[in-house]
């Protein structure tokens, strides 16, 4: 009967065990956590395009001699891209670049008639693609945020321009921009700072310089620098987002404010206790002199007057450090306990066990000079009746 009630203790136990850990396992959460990484996304994902227009400033050999205002042209790109993480991406696409300058050749591929300062002006329009590789900082430095409002990539990149500017004839009638036959390579670098407008669209503003050369149209083969500003537009094609490990939703702990303020407590109670401590180690010792006691102390039984062998042997130890200090006086006094015997047995006691150790003092040596015998009906220790043993004695004090 025992062992069948312990069979289904046990198996009843196994069974609440195992609907604990099915409740618990049914209550666990997941979910995507983005701080934990990212994963690599497929080929078709992650796509974009960009459309942005703007202005163009050309920095060129002359440049200075024509007014700022007249400096500035029209710009404009076209772009497809695709984002291979949320830090890599790279884009693609048409750009359309604005130029005004000057040149000292009046022959020179777009040399018009005005001038300034002695200068022909030019104009010119370059079309060609582009290529950008791009780095999102923002992901990089503060890790990936799928929500975040503002974002700020640079990029770098290359491209080749085809020029495009007026022809004059010798009366200086145009017909309108026609292709030259030079080709502009660039190398270009930005910064995109890019708004979240929602999940699928932002805007930016794209800051910019492009380096060209070896375009004789532009006064005649100098290296030269374009700085440009877009505002752009973007549009995000599925998905748009980065697929993150999906980790355990871990629940909120509780609430230990109650704790912590009893161990905070307890630290302050630890901290003044440590300081009592220390103060009581390091308060100084008070230094008592303790009175000076009797040479010696010869002990009796009750009764009793006359030395044992053990005392004979003390008083001889005695009698020797007296005589070694042959100009101090010493007083013998004899004591008896006032709780047992008479007056008269206890003067005799006093009386003979003083005068017993005098003997035999003198007898070893002590001049009677140095000895002083006296009594004292006193009691030696007045410590109460069960002391009295320690008043039943002679003692040797060094006269002061």
Same mark, same amino acid.
């Given at each position: 009967?025992?062992?069948?009630?312990?069979?289904?203790?046990?198996?009843?136990?196994?069974?609440?065990?195992?609907?604990?850990? *099915?409740?618990?396992?049914?209550?666990?959460?997941?979910?995507?956590?983005?701080?934990?990484?990212?994963?690599?996304?497929? @080929?078709?994902?992650?796509?974009?395009? !960009?459309?942005?227009?703007?202005?163009?400033?050309?920095?060129?050999?002359?440049?200075?001699?024509?007014?700022?205002?007249?400096?500035?042209?029209?710009?404009?790109?076209? &772009?497809?891209?695709?984002?291979?993480?949320?830090?890599?991406?790279?884009?693609?696409?048409?750009?359309? $670049?604005?130029?005004?300058?000057?040149?000292?050749?009046?022959?020179?591929?777009?040399?018009?008639?005005?001038?300034?300062?002695?200068?022909?002006?030019?104009?010119?329009?370059?079309?060609?693609?582009?290529?950008?590789? @791009? +780095?999102?900082?923002?992901?990089?430095?503060?890790?990936?945020?799928?929500?975040?409002? &503002?974002?700020?990539?640079?990029?770098?990149?290359?491209?080749?321009?085809?020029?495009?500017?007026?022809?004059?004839?010798?009366?200086?009638? /145009?017909?309108? &921009?026609?292709?030259? /036959?030079?080709?502009? @390579?660039?190398?270009?670098?930005?910064?995109?700072?890019?708004?979240?407008?929602?999940? *699928? @669209? *932002?805007? /930016? $503003?794209?800051?910019?310089?492009?380096?060209?050369?070896? +375009?004789?149209? $532009?006064?005649?083969?100098?290296?030269?620098?374009?700085?440009? =500003?877009?505002?752009?537009?973007?549009?995000?094609?599925?998905?748009?987002?980065?697929?993150?490990?999906?980790?355990?939703?871990?629940?909120?702990?509780?609430?230990?404010?109650?704790?912590?303020?009893?161990?905070?407590?307890?630290?302050?109670?630890?901290?003044?206790?440590?300081?009592?401590?220390?103060?009581?180690?390091?308060?100084?010792?008070?230094?008592?002199?303790?009175?000076?006691?009797?040479?010696?102390?010869?002990?009796?039984?009750?009764?009793?007057?006359?030395? /044992?062998?053990?005392?004979?042997?003390?008083?001889?130890?005695?009698?020797?450090?007296?005589?070694?200090?042959?100009?101090?006086?010493? !007083?013998? !006094?004899?004591?008896?306990?006032?709780?047992?015997?008479?007056?008269? +047995?206890?003067?005799?006691?006093?009386?003979?066990?003083?005068?017993?150790?005098?003997? $035999?003092?003198?007898?070893?040596?002590?001049?009677?000079? *140095?000895?002083? +015998? !006296?009594?004292?009906?006193?009691?030696?220790?007045?410590?109460?009746?069960?002391?009295? =043993?320690?008043?039943?004695?002679?003692?040797?004090?060094?006269?002061?």
């Amino acid at each position: 009967m025992k062992k069948a009630t312990i069979i289904a203790c046990a198996c009843a136990l196994a069974m609440g065990i195992a609907a604990d850990a *099915q409740e618990s396992a049914q209550e666990l959460q997941y979910q995507p956590d983005p701080s934990q990484g990212v994963l690599v996304n497929r @080929m078709k994902d992650n796509w974009f395009i !960009t459309a942005e227009g703007g202005a163009s400033f050309y920095v060129a050999p002359h440049g200075k001699e024509r007014a700022v205002a007249d400096r500035f042209m029209p710009a404009a790109s076209l &772009y497809a891209g695709k984002w291979f993480s949320p830090v890599f991406g790279g884009r693609f696409g048409i750009s359309y $670049l604005g130029l005004k300058g000057l040149t000292n050749n009046p022959n020179a591929v777009g040399a018009q008639r005005d001038m300034v300062n002695g200068y022909y002006k030019t104009k010119y329009a370059e079309v060609g693609p582009v290529f950008d590789l @791009m +780095v999102n900082l923002t992901n990089w430095w503060c890790g990936y945020k799928p929500n975040r409002v &503002y974002n700020a990539t640079v990029y770098a990149g290359a491209g080749a321009y085809f020029p495009f500017t007026k022809h004059y004839d010798a009366r200086g009638n /145009s017909d309108g &921009y026609k292709h030259t /036959s030079n080709t502009t @390579m660039n190398l270009r670098a930005g910064l995109i700072n890019s708004f979240r407008i929602s999940e *699928q @669209m *932002q805007i /930016s $503003l794209d800051l910019r310089a492009t380096g060209l050369s070896d +375009v004789a149209a $532009l006064a005649g083969n100098q290296k030269s620098v374009a700085l440009q =500003a877009f505002l752009g537009f973007t549009y995000n094609f599925k998905n748009r987002e980065w697929v993150a490990p999906v980790v355990p939703i871990i629940p909120e702990p509780e609430n230990c404010d109650a704790l912590r303020a009893r161990l905070a407590a307890a630290d302050a109670r630890i901290a003044d206790l440590e300081q009592q401590l220390k103060d009581c180690l390091n308060r100084p010792v008070e230094t008592v002199a303790a009175p000076a006691g009797p040479l010696a102390t010869v002990y009796y039984p009750i009764g009793v007057s006359r030395l /044992s062998r053990e005392n004979q042997r003390v008083v001889k130890a005695i009698a020797y450090v007296m005589t070694q200090n042959s100009d101090k006086k010493y !007083t013998v !006094t004899g004591w008896a306990d006032n709780y047992t015997g008479t007056d008269n +047995v206890n003067i005799r006691l006093r009386k003979n066990r003083a005068e017993g150790v005098a003997k $035999l003092l003198k007898r070893n040596g002590v001049p009677e000079s *140095q000895i002083t +015998v !006296t009594t004292n009906n006193g009691n030696l220790s007045d410590l109460g009746e069960k002391c009295v =043993a320690l008043d039943r004695a002679v003692t040797i004090e060094e006269n002061k």
